[in-house]
């Protein structure tokens, strides 16, 4: 069986974590995607860690990660050589991807032949028109805009992004779902679809903001999710070895951890049935919660309370996570071969489909210019004036 | 079984129609799944929800709780997650515990594409409906199945809200304030953001996997995979250089400044950045002190900065204490650097970028009113999305979808009374 995306044709420019997030899923489900690598190489490769710390264009763990299985070009998408070259790569795709900056993103889909080219979807952080469309922003800019950092941070102290470029990759999985979405539609309806994509406007219209719930109820609250001393228990709290994470406040889920802990009679008990009465009862229902989890680890806790249907979950880190025994028994992360650096594990398929997903190394650096340039019917005299020029390197 | 059931509602033709062909059962209520959804039904996707009746659905509280806002209509009507995630959807309330209700819910899995089934694992087959049974029914029919942990593995049957979902990636550890508490670390719902967009991805490739096999497929999608890929550069830290990540707060290890700094109201923030010389230069024109930037200063290279981190953070924050919001962030954008409010949720509002750009969307709805709702996460042309529906009523279309199934009207009136149908909770 063929990958289901097998024959379909995308083209990344950009050389940010956000492109090569984008067709990422395209490749790793049977795409062919070529990779348009900035002449100094792109943030995508640029950015650490690095395998044993050494700075490299080919070993940055993002690069890793996010390019498999891409066809690579270098081109200087700035000169007018470099600009015919990409146009006829574009010219044989369904998709172009771009993140640039608006005015060379704006050159780029001039490019495109508007009858017959592909569609395109155009990254930028506040989109290709308006007022503030010509920001410098970065990662972070970009989520203080969307309400979410706001909420990430306790009253009077500084608010917080959340790890670095997981909102990076966010824009980029936004920009795969409706990229995928617009082929599928040109498939059907021969309408070539431009898509102009704010990555502020794909994070603020996610489901994970406190708009909806401003200006449907007019309260803002602080991330919903975080210890509370009030309505318990949710949030991290210690254990025997490290931390879990709890969501049951709610009646039965709070109901069944009381008969979890072994104290089924603390579901009738005045101090906690009643919600202002439990807000005053913290203290000392942690009387009974915490020697239980004193005794146990987290993966304890988190097995016993689930037997009991309690959410409950452990807090752990990169060493546990890869070891985790459903991630083993789920095959949740991978192996590829990596020229440089051999064996290395990165993460498996976002969604299994029978044996729809497959990941191959990245590529070297330009490794298939001549590949792609023979492909395209340039002569080997037209390659060698693109290479002199300094449109391809 | 071709009915198209969008054509017997008055509708804005001009909308976005690149899925039109896709139809899509919802069987699901909260955040992830909904919202993906709605996605797809954004871009002309034939979706139709199908909600628990006569037991009322987790969104759908039937008193009034913290999520229902105030005003006319039953509290189930006016919750924040069913208005969020619900959009440009019709709406069936079933019986699946009634004979006549699987009846109905057979012949829709014989008009879907696709059924996206955001319950915890295990409940759709105890109605009787496993995927060997719904294939069964119609062998071009694909199907996802989404719990937290997916549908197979020793964490089997476990269920989770995006926050402990979260705590099993490795990402909360690394989140919040190093010189805080881990207990006061955050939950967040960040896979509930990050999953919608891989049900939508999911949906599309299992549409092509169709078109070739010309048969239906299963997907297992894990809340926690559909993320997990956003950690790589933790992940490969670990393996390669085994370093745990620290918490980093708002600090970038390879470039100075990247913070957050309170302005001269205590409760504005704001964010700066200059990752490179150029836009270093910026910030100390900005700030009046070109000389920072001079070649013979230590901090007009990034080693200098990085060795200065501290001070040249303490400098900013006092520069900045003195300024109000608004008067820095000119001043800065001015400059090329990068900046921005930390903005809370009316603070969306003031952001005249997506005013210029229309993004915000004014919906009318029975119960609530007229609201102005955060807009779609991309723009399209020429076809241009649009909210052309409201989360629907409970049952809202209960007798446009049956009589499209071909049930008669006697039918239709028989599940009414025998609360195999029904627009009203009571339980």
């Known amino acids: 069986m063929e990958q289901p995306l097998s024959g379909i044709k995308v083209v990344e420019i950009g050389g940010t974590i956000v492109a090569a997030s984008a067709t990422k899923q395209f490749t790793d489900f049977g795409a062919q995607v070529i990779k348009i690598d900035l002449p100094d190489g792109g943030e995508i490769r640029r950015t650490p860690p690095f395998y044993k710390d050494h700075p490299s264009l080919e070993t940055g763990a993002f690069h890793v990660a996010l390019d498999t299985g891409k066809k690579s070009i270098v081109i200087d998408h700035t000169s007018n050589s470099g600009k015919e070259v990409i146009s006829r790569i574009c010219q044989d795709s369904q998709l172009v991807i771009i993140n640039l900056p608006v005015e060379e993103t704006k050159k780029i889909i001039q490019l495109i032949d508007k009858e017959l080219g592909p569609s395109t979807v155009a990254i930028s952080p506040h989109g290709l028109e308006g007022p503030y469309s010509h920001r410098t922003e970065n990662e972070m800019s970009i989520f203080a805009w969307t309400t979410r950092m706001e909420r990430h941070g306790h009253d009077g102290s500084e608010p917080l992004r959340y790890g670095p470029h997981v909102a990076d990759i966010q824009v980029g999985a936004t920009a795969a779902a409706v990229g995928l979405s617009i082929i599928w539609g040109q498939d059907h309806d021969n309408i070539r679809r431009d898509v102009d994509l704010s990555s502020i406007e794909a994070l603020a219209g996610n489901v994970d903001t406190g708009y909806v719930d401003w200006v449907l109820l007019g309260t803002q609250r602080k991330s919903g999710m975080g210890r509370n001393t009030d309505n318990y228990p949710i949030g991290i709290y210690e254990c025997k070895d490290g931390y879990v994470m709890f969501a049951a406040t709610l009646g039965p889920q709070f109901s069944r951890l009381c008969e979890a802990i072994g104290h089924p009679e603390l579901v009738s008990d005045p101090r906690f049935n009643d919600p202002i009465e439990k807000s005053k009862h913290f203290e000392a229902f942690m009387k009974y919660l915490d020697p239980w989890l004193s005794i146990r680890t987290k993966k304890e806790v988190f097995k016993e309370m689930q037997e009991f249907r309690v959410m409950v979950a452990p807090v752990v880190n990169m060493s546990e996570v890869v070891e985790d025994e459903q991630a083993v028994a789920r095959n949740s992360f991978v192996e590829i071969e990596h020229n440089q650096i051999g064996k290395t594990t990165i993460h498996g398929a976002p969604f299994k489909m029978d044996d729809s997903w497959k990941a191959l190394p990245p590529p070297e650096f330009g490794v298939h210019t001549t590949e792609i340039l023979k492909k395209l019917s340039y002569s080997k005299e037209e390659q060698i004036a693109l290479f002199k020029i300094g449109a391809i390197r | ?427």
């Open chain 2, 1 to 427: 079984m071709a009915i198209t059931m969008l054509n017997n509602l008055p509708l804005d033709t001009e909308r976005c129609l690149a899925l039109k062909d896709i139809k899509i059962i919802d069987f699901a209520e909260v955040f992830a799944a909904p919202f993906g959804i709605s996605l797809m039904a954004d871009m002309g996707a034939e979706v139709i929800k199908v909600e628990s009746f006569p037991r009322r659905s987790l969104t759908r509280p039937i008193s009034v709780d913290a999520r229902v806002a105030d005003g006319p209509g039953p509290a189930y009507e006016k919750t924040a997650p069913q208005t969020q995630g619900n959009r440009n959807k019709l709406f069936l309330s079933l019986n699946l515990n009634d004979k006549d209700g699987k009846e109905i819910f057979t012949r829709l899995i014989k008009w879907a594409d696709i059924i996206i089934d955001g319950y915890a694992a295990g409940v759709i087959d105890k109605l009787g409906f496993s995927w060997e049974q719904i294939h069964k029914i119609n062998k071009n029919i694909n199907m996802i199945s989404m719990p937290a942990w997916g549908v197979d593995g020793p964490y089997t049957g476990y269920t989770a809200l995006g926050s402990l979902v979260e705590a099993s990636s490795g990402h909360v550890i690394t989140r919040g304030n190093s010189k805080k508490p881990t207990e006061d670390i955050l939950g967040t719902i960040q896979t509930d953001a990050s999953a919608p967009l891989e049900v939508m991805f999911a949906t599309i490739a299992s549409m092509y996997r169709k078109k070739e096999t010309g048969n239906g497929s299963f997907i297992d999608l894990s809340h926690l995979e559909a993320f997990a890929w956003y950690l790589p550069g933790m992940l490969s830290e670990w393996e390669w250089n085994k370093r745990l990540p620290k918490q980093l707060g708002n600090e970038e290890n390879d470039f100075v400044p990247h913070g957050c700094f309170v302005t001269s109201n205590p409760d504005e923030w704001v964010v700066i950045a200059a990752e490179n010389d150029n836009q270093w230069q910026g910030l100390c024109k900005a700030l009046l002190k070109e000389n920072f930037a001079k070649i013979e200063h230590p901090w007009s290279s990034i080693i200098g900065r990085i060795s200065n981190k501290t001070a040249i953070n303490e400098w900013i924050q006092q520069e900045v204490q003195v300024m109000e919001r608004s008067e820095i962030i000119d001043l800065l954008v001015k400059n090329n650097v990068i900046t921005a409010p930390v903005i809370n949720a009316p603070g969306l509002l003031t952001n005249e970028q997506l005013t210029s750009r229309n993004w915000w969307q004014s919906v009318d709805h029975k119960f609530l009113g007229n609201r102005l709702m955060s807009g779609f996460l991309w723009d399209i042309k020429p076809d241009k999305q649009k909210w052309y529906l409201p989360a629907g009523l409970l049952g809202e279309h209960n007798e446009l979808i049956l009589k499209n199934l071909g049930f008669s009207k006697n039918e239709i009136k028989k599940f009414n009374a025998n609360q195999v149908i029904g627009n009203e909770y009571t339980q």
